[in-house]
């Protein structure tokens, strides 16, 4: 069982930054990376506001990104880096598209939902193979993303993230 999460946290926390309430951002209010939806799903609260989503919680923001994120992609399972460079695509797009991502560059059927045959794939993948899949990885999450209708507005700082997240991944990779 790999023990990255906080590691792999503090890293995704640098590009999700503080507050954002963007009106071109399909995801609404966010803090920290939480939308205000997540926000009042994971508290079973649906009165809650921005300004409580504004202050929300160290604990609160770690139980969200362990439950709906890192455990839905199974980052536990994963190789160092390999759990990073997926775990930080499902917070931007979702931990179904993270999965589908995966499974295109390890050769599996990209359906969303990660498996036993998706594991064993993934297993496969050691060493130069691991590098490799970090790569091919952030290739195929930048040409999912250029496709969005708010690349325009947003692609800039997606192609610096996934840049950066390919290079921190790779170096905890080894």
């Known amino acids: 069982m790999n023990s990255n999460f906080q590691q792999c946290l503090q890293h995704l926390l640098v590009h999700e930054g503080g507050w954002s309430d963007h009106p071109s951002d399909p995801g ?21 506001d ?32 390999i759990d990073y460079t997926v775990f930080d695509c499902a917070v931007n797009s979702g931990p179904g598209r993270a999965i589908k991502i995966l499974q295109a ?20 993948f ?7 899949l970090i790569k091919d990885y952030a290739t195929e999450r930048l040409e999912f993303l250029q496709a969005l209708k708010t690349f325009s507005v947003f692609g800039r700082g997606w192609e610096r993230r996934v840049k950066e997240v390919e290079k921190t991944s790779l170096e905890m990779l080894g």
């Open 105 to 124: 560059c390890v050769g599996t059927t990209p359906d969303g939902g990660f498996g036993s045959v998706t594991m064993a794939a993934v297993a496969q």
């Open 28 to 48: 609404g209010a966010t803090m920290k990376g939480v939308t205000l939806q997540v926000f009042r799903e994971f508290k079973r609260n649906p009165h809650l």
């Open 126 to 132: 050691r060493g130069e193979a691991a590098k490799q």
């Open 50 to 81: 921005k300004e409580e989503l504004r202050n929300i919680s160290d604990e609160d923001l770690a139980a969200i990104y362990k439950k709906r994120y890192w455990d839905a992609v199974r980052a536990d399972e994963l190789l160092p880096g």
